[in-house]
């Protein structure tokens, strides 16, 4: 039998640890306690240590100092475990894990973040699947970063969103796919795990401002340009997300066109990404042309919570367009 691995897990709070209170569900502290029997059936493959973050939140509520705080946890402890298991809130699961893949791209471990669309006491919970399929990924031994775990699916944190409140799947990744399907009674199937090799002459750490100031403006017919124009000019952010039509398209809006233009001259980052799901910014109609000239970046097959994250860590950390770019280019998003 090969060599037990060393877990560490930790627990942020969400729906998978909550319990009824007077006002709806809230988290609870003794999550362990019901998770225990599940990790028995894994007790062969793995052992683990329990760590509870303080305060337990729902995940809607969570901040960029909670992910400062997340992160640094993560740096104290990665190196003495052979994997991380994230248990999260499922609202803002892809955005932290995004936040974790792009912060730490050459941990070279696996993260694997679950949690459950119902508690984990409640009846017929999904909670115990994806807790299980959490662990299962743990087994695969080319494995070796940030993903999502949720019904019976594995998920790459890059490019993964939120697609459901109403079933168990309430996760998917439109632009590349599951990793790899599990179950109980096959064990892994369509295994589809892509290895990257790091690159060493990165500038890390990636750090964490929490001030950090990132707005996203979605484009709709007969959106108020001229608002967005005057937010853009009068409030201007640390980071513009633009999420516009189809293949990047935007209406030919001077006012719109001034303030993005402008706002780029002060060396301010705007990443234009495309609000279809498995959508991709590409130069390929001219109603574009013009918000392209204006300076911003092409964000290609960027999801909105890949692009939060990666404008968070830009700002955060100073860097410029090319830096922005050649990160796009790492993660085959363009």
């Known amino acids: 039998m090969s060599k037990r691995k060393h877990l560490a897990i930790y627990y942020t709070g969400?729906?998978?640890?909550?319990?009824?209170?007077?006002?709806?569900?809230?988290?609870?502290?003794?999550?362990?306690?019901?998770?225990?029997?599940?990790?028995?059936?894994?007790?062969?493959?793995?052992?683990?240590?329990w760590f509870v973050c303080q305060p337990l939140i729902d995940s809607s509520?969570?901040?960029?100092s909670d992910w400062k705080k997340w992160l640094q946890w993560l740096d104290m402890?990665?190196?003495?475990?052979?994997?991380?298991?994230?248990?999260?809130?499922?609202?803002?699961?892809a955005y932290t894990a995004n936040i974790l893949a792009l912060a730490r791209p050459l941990l070279q471990k696996p993260v694997v973040l679950t949690g459950a669309q119902h508690p984990f006491a409640a009846k017929n919970s999904d909670a115990s699947l994806n807790l299980r399929t959490a662990l299962a990924a743990f087994k695969l031994?080319?494995?070796?970063?940030?993903?999502?775990?949720?019904?019976?699916?594995?998920?790459?944190?890059?490019?993964?969103?939120?697609?459901?409140?109403?079933?168990?799947?309430?996760?998917?990744?439109?632009?590349?796919?599951?990793?790899?399907?599990?179950?109980?009674?096959?064990g892994w199937t369509k295994l589809n795990i892509q290895t990257t090799q790091p690159n060493t002459s990165d500038d890390l750490p990636r750090s964490i401002d929490p001030s950090a100031r990132i707005h996203s403006f979605i484009l709709t017919p007969g959106a108020n340009t001229?608002?967005?124009a005057q937010s853009l000019s009068?409030?201007?952010?640390?980071g513009v997300i633009v999420q516009s039509f189809g293949?990047?398209?935007?209406?030919?809006?001077?006012?719109?066109?001034?303030?993005?233009?402008?706002?780029?001259?002060?060396?301010?980052?705007?990443?234009?990404?495309?609000?279809?799901?498995?959508g991709r910014c590409a130069a390929i109609y001219a109603q574009g042309h013009a918000l392209r000239q204006a300076g911003v970046i092409n964000g290609g097959k960027?999801?909105?919570e890949t692009a939060l994250a990666l404008l968070t860590l830009a700002t955060s950390n100073h860097w410029d367009k090319e830096k922005i770019i050649t990160i796009l280019q790492q993660h085959h998003l363009i």
């Open 77 to 93: 402890h990665a190196m003495n475990y052979d994997g991380i298991l994230i248990l999260h809130g499922t609202d803002t699961m």
């Open 141 to 186: 031994p080319q494995l070796q970063q940030t993903v999502i775990a949720f019904n019976g699916y594995l998920w790459s944190a890059i490019g993964s969103s939120k697609v459901s409140t109403e079933s168990a799947a309430g996760f998917a990744n439109p632009h590349f796919g599951a990793m790899g399907q599990w179950s109980a009674h096959t």
């Open 226 to 228: 001229d608002m967005i």
């Open 302 to 304: 960027c999801n909105l």
């Open 247 to 278: 293949n990047g398209n935007t209406p030919d809006d001077p006012h719109l066109l001034q303030a993005i233009s402008q706002i780029g001259k002060k060396h301010i980052p705007i990443l234009n990404i495309s609000q279809v799901a498995q």
């Open 234 to 238: 009068h409030n201007p952010p640390d």
């Open 61 to 64: 509520a969570i901040t960029l």
């Open 14 to 49: 969400g729906t998978i640890g909550m319990k009824p209170t007077a006002t709806g569900l809230a988290p609870a502290q003794d999550l362990s306690e019901l998770v225990s029997p599940i990790m028995q059936e894994f007790a062969d493959h793995f052992s683990y240590d």
